[in-house]
C-alpha cells in the first residue's frame, strides 16, 4: 500500500475533500501560452484564476510559467506541488476552498537568467504578463517616464544577456524572438500604474532605443502592451491561514493564497498572437480601459492608501480595523465624495454601488489586510491614487484638504513613528532618502511638509510650490501632530 501524500501535489488531489474544487482539465496536456513576471499572491488570485477557468472550457494553450524575479520563495513552496495552490475565498459567509491548477512550473530569474530567457523565447508563448509592483518598472513616478538612472536599468543595460529587471528581460526577449524570427508576445501590466499599458509601452521603448535605435523602433512600432485594470485584495498569508487551509484539505500547501470573493480584470483588446477567452472567467475585454482604472486608482486604492497611513499611525492593524474607527470610515466616505467629480465614469457605472461594494469590502472582517501591507511603497503609489485627483481638482479651484490629509498621513508615516512612539518599518525604495529629509525637519509641520513636497519623484514639478496644496498639506500634518490621526480624520470628514 502507498502511503497517502501529506502535501499537495498531482497525486494528493484525489483525496481532498469533496467540498475542495479542483482543476477539471488534464494538466498534462496543457501548453505554456504565458509567462509571467513576478509570481506573487496578487497573480495567484487573480489572472492565474481567469486562466485556470479558460482551461477548464477545454482550450489547453495557456498553461503558465511563473518567474519570480528575486526571491526562490515561491519557487521552493509550488514546484515541489506541481505548481499547485489553493485559493481560500473567503468573507462573513465562510470559506471556499479551490485547487488552482494554471501555474505549471516557476523559475527564479536570478538563478538562471538564461532558462528565463529561453522560456520566454518558445514558440507557444504568447503573453508575457507582469505583477512586479509599482516599483518594478524602474520609472520615475511623477512622470512614468523610464529612470534611466536606476541601477537596475543602468546594470542591465551594461550587461543585456543577463538582465535582473522586467523591464531588461522584456527587451532581451523581444530582441532575440525577432532574430529569430518568431511571433513577438504581448507585454501586458498587470498592476496598478495609471494608464498601465502606454506606461510599460513607454519605459519599454525607452530601454530598446537605448539597447539600439532600432530596438527601440521596433518596440515603438511593433510591439502592443494591452491597458489593464485588475482589481482583488489579497492579504499577505500567514501562518494561521496556513494552518486553517491543511487541516481542511488533509494535507499541507506551502503557500496558499487568501482572497476577498470579488475579483474585476478590464482589459483593452489588443493582443499580438492571440489571448486567452477571459471573458468566460468574467474579465471585461474593451477599447478603452483608462476610465475603469481610474475610478479604481482613485476611489479604492487612494482610499486605501489613506486608511494604511492613518489606521497604522493610530494602532489600527488591519483596513477592517481601521474602517471600525467611525472618523476614519467617516473619512474615506468623504474623501470619495472629493474624488467622485473628478472622474470620467465608465460607460453605465454605478458609482454610488461601486462605492458602496468599496466599503463593504473594506469592512471584510474575515481577511487579515494589514495597513502595513498597504502603506509600503507610498513614493511609487502616491501620484496616481491621490495626487492626480488632486491636480484635477486644483485645476477647478476646489478645496484639497481631505486628499492632502491622505499625503500628511504619509508624510507622519514615513518620519518613522507612530502615535503610540514605536518606530514603523518603513519599505520604500526612497525610505532611506525619506529617513534623512524627515530627521533634519523633525517632527514639525512647517518643517516637514515642505522637506518632503520637495520629493520631485512624487510630486513632480508642480505640486511643490503650488500655495493651496502646500498650505493644505501643512495644516494636515499639523492637526496629525497636534490631535492625532482618529480625531483628524473625524475633523476633516465634517469639512463642507
Ligand atoms: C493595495 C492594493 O497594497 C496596496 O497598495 O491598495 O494591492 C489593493 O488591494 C489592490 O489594488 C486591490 O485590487
Known sequence: MTSSPRRLGTAALAGLPASVARPGYDRSAVATGIVHLGIGAFHRAHQAVCTDDVLATGDRRWGILGASLRSPDTRDAL???????????????????????????VLVAPESPSALLDALCRPSVAIVSLTVTEKGYCHDPATGRLDESHPDIVHDLAHPGAPRSAIGILARAIARRRAEGLAPFTPLC?????????TLHRILSRFAALVSPDLGAYVEGEIA?????????????????????????????????????????????????????????????????????????????????????????????????????????????????????????????????????????????ALKHRTWQIAMDGTQKLPQRLLGTVRDRLARGLPVDRHALGVAAWMRYVSGTDEAGKPIDVRDPLAADLAVLAREAGPVADRLA???????????????????????????????YRQGSKATAAEYARLS
Not at 79 to 105: H, K
Open 79 to 105: 514546484v515541489p506541488q506541481d505548481g499547485l495552490y489553493t485559493l481560500s475565498v473567503r468573507d462573513s459567509d465562510g470559506e471556499a476552498l479551490r485547487v488552482i491548477g494554471a501555474v505549471q512550473d
Open 190 to 198: 498587470c498592476d496598478n500604474l495609471p494608464a498601465n499599458g502606454r
Open 225 to 365: 502592451c494591452p491597458e489593464t485594470m485588475v482589481d482583488r485584495i489579497v492579504p499577505a498569508t500567514t501562518d494561521e491561514d496556513r494552518g486553517r487551509i491543511a487541516a481542511a484539505l488533509g494535507v499541507e500547501d506551502a503557500w496558499p493564497i487568501v482572497t476577498e470573493p470579488f475579483l474585476q480584470w478590464v482589459i483593452e483588446d489588443r493582443f499580438l498572437s492571440g489571448r486567452p477567452a477571459w471573458e468566460a472567467a468574467g474579465a471585461t475585454l474593451v477599447s478603452e480601459v483608462a476610465p475603469y482604472e481610474t475610478m479604481k486608482l482613485r476611489l479604492l486604492n487612494g482610499s486605501h492608501s489613506s486608511l494604511a497611513y492613518l489606521g497604522y499611525l493610530s494602532g489600527c492593524e488591519t483596513v477592517a480595523a481601521a474602517m471600525a474607527e467611525p472618523g476614519i470610515a467617516a473619512f474615506v466616505e468623504a474623501l470619495m465624495d472629493d474624488s467622485t467629480p473628478t472622474l470620467t465614469l465608465p460607460p453605465g457605472a454605478d458609482v454610488a454601488g461601486y462605492r458602496r461594494s468599496l466599503i463593504d469590502r473594506f469592512r471584510n472582517t
Open 450 to 480: 515642505p522637506a518632503l513636497l520637495g520629493v520631485r519623484a512624487v510630486f513632480g514639478d508642480d505640486l511643490p510650490g503650488h500655495p493651496r496644496f502646500r498650505a493644505a498639506v501643512t495644516s494636515a500634518l499639523d492637526a496629525l
